[in-house]
């Protein structure tokens, strides 16, 4: 066994403390870049903003993708959330525009995020939003519902064998993150 003399150890334990703080500081980061990198985990390109008219020109008519939309919220969360389309077939590089209705059943103002996933998790890097409500938090007011629109298209890159695709929201509160000034709450 090596002998530390008892000087050294405090510092050797502090540094050891500290280099593991940074790793797990680092991860979060690393596996975003990762994710976004390869297209794992259903984690879909979100870059508002950076729509191009282009991508439409290129539509691949001869081909159809189903695509699915699922909502999920926690049980305790006293609001509606569905999709106002359950599912539509679209042309890779065609744009798709539709809507998701929400209401705040609670009798006071919430604030909350929608994430997304998408299933084929490869698909989620051919899945490109223009519009969407899960880019900013959504606040309602106590009994106030909305209707938030979805404009996206697939990339015509899509890999050939896949003919369906799903898009989840998880629906999540962050009512106390906002009004403490904790705002990274992260769509990416």
């Given amino acids: 066994m ?15 403390a500290i280099l593991m703080f940074g790793f797990a500081f680092a991860l979060v980061p690393l596996y975003n870049t990762l994710c976004s990198q390869l297209g794992i985990n259903g984690k879909p390109e979100l870059k508002p903003g950076t729509y191009s008219a282009q991508t439409s020109d290129k539509m691949d008519k001869s081909r159809e993708v189903v695509v699915e939309f699922l909502t999920t919220k926690n049980e305790s969360l006293p609001w509606k959330f569905y999709p106002e389309i359950k599912k539509v077939t679209v042309h890779p590089g065609e744009d798709k525009k539709l809507a998701f209705f929400i209401q705040n059943d609670s009798d006071h103002t919430m604030v909350v995020q929608a994430i997304p996933s998408i299933t084929p998790g490869i698909a989620a890097k051919y899945f490109k939003k223009i519009e ?9 007011k106590a009994h106030e519902a909305m209707h938030m629109p ?3 298209h697939l990339d015509p890159q899509l890999p050939e064998n896949i003919h369906t695709l799903t898009l989840a929201y998880t629906l999540f509160d ?9 705002t990274n709450v992260s769509t990416r």
């Fill in 2 to 16: 090596i002998q530390l003399s008892k000087r050294r150890l405090p510092f050797i334990l502090a540094g050891a």
């Fill in 150 to 152: 979805l404009l996206f």
């Fill in 132 to 140: 969407c409500f899960c880019f900013t938090h959504q606040t309602l």
């Fill in 174 to 182: 962050v009512t106390d993150r906002v009004n403490t000034g904790e």
